[in-house]
């Protein structure tokens, strides 16, 4: 570490550059992870730089608002108070100035934000802001007490989208297609670490579509310009362990925070999707610095109010397990080891739709019975968890967890763990990947990290059948204070299962969906 942790930097410390860079709408994550380093880290820094969408937490950044205000202001974002088609565009069509305008920040959100110009500008903090001037055919970076909203919106007026801002006779653009990330800068103000906050996707699946065309370039010319940046680093501070002059003349530390995150780039609709986007930012950023070994204070949770709804739904499935079997799917065993069928009678139950849509864990509670005639009959569970879409390696591979913790007639205790892999890769299918649960059975009750040494009873695979599945859909029960309450909370539980549905199976049609 090169700060304490009151913040003030230590003699000969290294000089640390923040990058806040681009990623339209995905920067909700980027204010997360701030919420992280900024307050629960009490990291400081001696200079940022935004670029794209970043330049919009670097505002808040510079007008001196904790990681936490910054994070509230995303997970508080209503999406439908930035959209402002440009309807008089329209009419022409290709020829159209821009699909929107940012009329709907300027006027709304800027104002829910609480951006100040005047304190922004009279920062303390060394920041500078990138703009492209297309009028000069170069990048320009400005620095804060020189910022204003014309500036600000010039930063993420990206083409065809948005209109160019004209400032002082000067067209100005999203400078994305030449840094999302202004690294020279940072090296150039003298900055030995470089701290970047990265949502621009890097998975290299090239997607068909006008839409999804627009941004590969985009993630073409980012991610291209990171990583010519990034060999350039490694090439100099190779050369200086070396003994030579190296092109730097200093050792540089990158810190790279990269993660994909479920967010359209531009087109949101759903206030959920943001609050979600900033809770994966506050754990992807807690288990990074753990894994940096930077230490951190876990912040008081988000002062939402007291959410009071709740829903519940009953699951069936059915399937057949192996006795002392290893493979979650065998259901016979050319050994000879017993077979025996299963049953799950399941209710889960959501305590505070809030909570769990916006949790990455997406955890609920079970209850139920286990039904196996070889363990004891009817079984009822204890205990339980259910995890609904959990990330396994990346937004499109996903799982949903169970985890059941029951006793035999005999009173051995036992757990039963299952998932089904929802994922993009699958080759069975949308029906099969959501019903289709394999199962294993364990001695004790366990936790997901202590099963892989606990002691293996049975395995299997249990599966809903479409007439229980039919069934389940009459048995959810929603409660809320009030009617448009119960009918909003069970809305948002729909978008949000069919929206990591199309997460997953309609990327073709639209990159993550709108929802």
Known sequence: MTTERNGERRSGSPRRSLLLAGGGLKVAYQ??????????????????????????????????????????????????????????AWPKGPYARSLFTLDGYRRRVFRDWGLDWERIRATDREATFNLYNFSANELET??????????????????????????????????????????????????????????????????????ANYFHIIETVANGQLQHWLRRIEASNAAIRRGEHGEFGRLIDVRLLSAEVPLNYLINFSRDRFAQAVE?????????????????????????????????????????????????????????????DLALHLTIDIRGVDRFLADPRHEAALRGEVVCQELGGRLPVEGGTFQ??????????????????????????????????????????????????ATRIVRGHVGAGEEPGAELVASGAVHIRPTDFLKQLTTFRVEAGTLPGRVTALGRFGQFFCGKLWDVYAQNVLPWSPL
Request: proline share 6%; with cysteine.
């Open 31 to 88: 204010a997360g992870v701030l919420q992280v380093l900024l307050d629960e880290a009490e990291l400081r820094f001696d200079h940022a730089d935004g670029a794209s969408g970043g330049v919009f937490n670097l505002a808040m950044y510079c007008q001196g608002m904790s990681g936490r205000e910054i994070a509230d202001n995303w997970r508080n974002l209503s999406p439908l108070k930035g959209v402002s088609p440009n309807w008089r």
């Open 142 to 211: 400005v620095t804060a007490d020189a910022m204003d909203e014309d500036r600000l919106c010039a930063g993420v007026a990206l083409p065809m989208w948005f209109p160019p801002v004209v400032i002082d006779g000067q067209t100005y653009i999203d400078p994305v297609y030449l840094t999302d990330a202004n690294v020279e800068e940072a090296i150039r103000r003298g900055c030995d670490e470089l701290w970047i906050i990265w949502t621009v996707s890097r998975r290299h699946r090239w997607r068909n579509g006008f839409v």
């Open 280 to 340: 994966l930012g506050v754990h992807r950023a807690r288990d990074w610095c753990t894994a940096q070994g930077i230490p951190w204070r876990p912040g008081a949770p988000p002062g939402r109010p007291d959410d009071p709804t709740r829903i519940r739904f009953t699951e069936r499935m059915v399937g057949r397990v192996v006795f002392g079997g290893d493979d979650g799917r065998e259901v016979s065993s050319p050994d000879g080891a017993a077979a025996a």
């Open 388 to 437: 609904l879409f959990v990330e396994r390696s990346d937004p499109q591979h996903l799982r949903m967890l169970y985890r059941l913790f029951f006793a035999d007639r005999a009173g051995h205790r036992l757990t039963l763990s299952g998932h089904k892999d929802v994922s993009e890769d699958s080759r069975r299918g949308i029906w099969k990947d959501t019903s289709v649960l």
